[in-house]
């Protein structure tokens, strides 16, 4: 199994000043993350597009081509691109060019966005909403399939034998969807043969599952070979208790914060505590506890890669870059024994 980490770049009040954190010093340490990620082995890294005041990122593919000359070996995507508000082209040439700056470690990661503040920055209807995606879902798949096309659609110009560069040094160019709870997402990705990441935030992981069958059965329906992964939060220390105790109020922070958007009721220390036991959404415990709950999820899921936001709300940097290390000291080499012991025996 593959395991990286996820970010939204947060930006929220430091708990270590008191002060809300400076766009450039989110960077700065985002940057470190990345980096520390490379260093310890880790897989992936991806760096989610927001447009909203509480996440410093809208520009992932910016921020993946710095950290791109400060790594070695670990897999860069965003996580996600809001295709549905974007220009398609546009995203092909800014990952073609990261695969370039990288030397093939790009990946893109494609959803529809759980905010919406991007459809109206750039002029789109949000009543247009799905079929936004599809349509230039299926014009970036056509954009790495050749140098030169010719393709009409709502949203955007034609494009008539026009060629679009730089190409990439992968071919094809990753290409990997996120959903989050939408069985039509799922089919679509599994019919199109793309790998696919099910976010899990919240709820009972275990009433997921039938969302992986069902991807893995629309793969085997058109010829397909399914790639799995697991999106979910979590944080790491030496000690559970410490691990707890550092992410709740961060947790905390932002979850109120966008649940007062939504309509969710404020997090309890309770709530949040279900949620990181076995059967919970979140990872947050000491190694041999995210060690474990991974290979739980595991035997529900059969993934291939797992990815783990640590860093929900602005948690104090030290200790972000220790849960790091061990993620990709600790964690990784021990479910990555297992499951391929696992794997084998099936």
Same mark, same amino acid.
């Given at each position: 199994?593959?395991?990286?980490?996820?970010?939204? $770049?947060?930006?929220?009040?430091?708990? @270590?000043? $008191?002060?809300?954190?400076?766009?450039?010093?989110?960077?700065?340490?985002?940057? @470190?993350?990345? @980096?520390?990620?490379?260093?310890?082995?880790?897989?992936?890294?991806?760096?989610?597009?927001?447009?909203?005041?509480?996440?410093?990122?809208?520009?992932?593919?910016?921020?993946?081509?710095?950290?791109?000359?400060?790594?070695?070996?670990?897999?860069?995507?965003?996580?996600?691109?809001?295709?549905?508000? #974007?220009?398609?082209?546009?995203?092909?040439?800014?990952?073609?060019?990261?695969?370039?700056?990288?030397? &093939?470690?790009?990946?893109?990661?494609?959803?529809?966005?759980?905010?919406? @503040?991007?459809?109206?920055?750039?002029?789109? #209807?949000? #009543?247009?909403? =799905?079929?936004?995606?599809?349509?230039?879902?299926?014009?970036?798949?056509?954009?790495?399939?050749?140098?030169?096309?010719?393709?009409?659609?709502?949203?955007?110009?034609?494009?008539?034998?026009?060629?679009?560069?730089?190409?990439?040094?992968?071919?094809?160019?990753?290409?990997?969807?996120?959903?989050?709870?939408?069985?039509?997402?799922?089919?679509?990705? &599994?019919?199109?043969?793309?790998?696919?990441?099910?976010?899990?935030?919240?709820?009972?992981?275990?009433?997921?599952?039938?969302?992986?069958?069902?991807?893995?059965?629309?793969?085997?329906?058109?010829?397909?070979?399914?790639?799995? &992964?697991?999106?979910?939060?979590?944080?790491?220390?030496?000690?559970?208790?410490?691990?707890?105790?550092?992410?709740?109020?961060?947790?905390?922070?932002?979850?109120?914060?966008? $649940?007062?958007?939504?309509?969710?009721?404020?997090?309890?220390?309770?709530?949040?505590?279900?949620?990181?036991?076995?059967? $919970?959404? =979140?990872?947050? +415990?000491?190694?041999?506890?995210?060690?474990?709950?991974?290979?739980?999820?595991?035997?529900?899921?059969?993934?291939?890669?797992?990815?783990?936001?640590?860093?929900?709300?602005?948690?104090?940097?030290?200790?972000?870059?220790?849960?790091?290390?061990?993620? +990709?000291?600790?964690?990784?080499?021990?479910?990555?024994?297992?499951?391929?012991?696992?794997?084998?025996?099936?």
């Amino acid at each position: 199994m593959e395991i990286g980490i996820y970010s939204f $770049g947060d930006r929220t009040v430091d708990p @270590e000043t $008191g002060q809300l954190i400076s766009p450039a010093e989110r960077i700065r340490r985002l940057l @470190e993350e990345i @980096e520390l990620a490379d260093q310890v082995g880790l897989d992936v890294f991806g760096v989610g597009e927001h447009h909203r005041p509480d996440y410093v990122v809208s520009a992932p593919a910016v921020v993946l081509a710095a950290a791109a000359a400060r790594t070695r070996h670990i897999r860069l995507t965003s996580a996600v691109t809001v295709l549905s508000s #974007d220009d398609p082209v546009r995203v092909f040439q800014q990952f073609a060019t990261l695969d370039l700056i990288s030397q &093939g470690r790009a990946e893109v990661m494609v959803g529809r966005g759980s905010f919406v @503040e991007s459809f109206p920055l750039f002029g789109y #209807d949000l #009543d247009d909403y =799905d079929a936004l995606f599809e349509e230039k879902l299926d014009l970036l798949l056509k954009l790495r399939e050749s140098e030169r096309i010719t393709w009409s659609g709502r949203f955007r110009p034609p494009l008539r034998d026009q060629g679009v560069y730089p190409r990439p040094l992968q071919d094809p160019l990753p290409v990997w969807v996120a959903v989050g709870g939408t069985p039509q997402s799922v089919v679509r990705a &599994g019919a199109l043969g793309l790998p696919m990441i099910l976010g899990i935030i919240g709820g009972l992981p275990e009433r997921f599952v039938p969302l992986a069958e069902l991807y893995r059965e629309a793969c085997r329906q058109t010829g397909h070979t399914p790639r799995l &992964g697991i999106a979910s939060h979590g944080f790491l220390a030496d000690d559970s208790q410490e691990a707890a105790d550092t992410a709740f109020p961060a947790f905390k922070q932002q979850m109120d914060r966008i $649940g007062r958007e939504r309509g969710w009721p404020p997090l309890t220390r309770s709530q949040f505590e279900a949620a990181r036991s076995l059967r $919970g959404a =979140d990872f947050v +415990g000491s190694p041999a506890q995210v060690v474990e709950k991974i290979l739980f999820q595991y035997e529900l899921f059969g993934h291939e890669r797992f990815l783990l936001q640590l860093t929900v709300g602005t948690l104090p940097h030290r200790q972000v870059l220790r849960a790091i290390e061990l993620l +990709g000291t600790q964690v990784a080499p021990a479910v990555r024994r297992e499951t391929t012991g696992r794997a084998e025996q099936r």
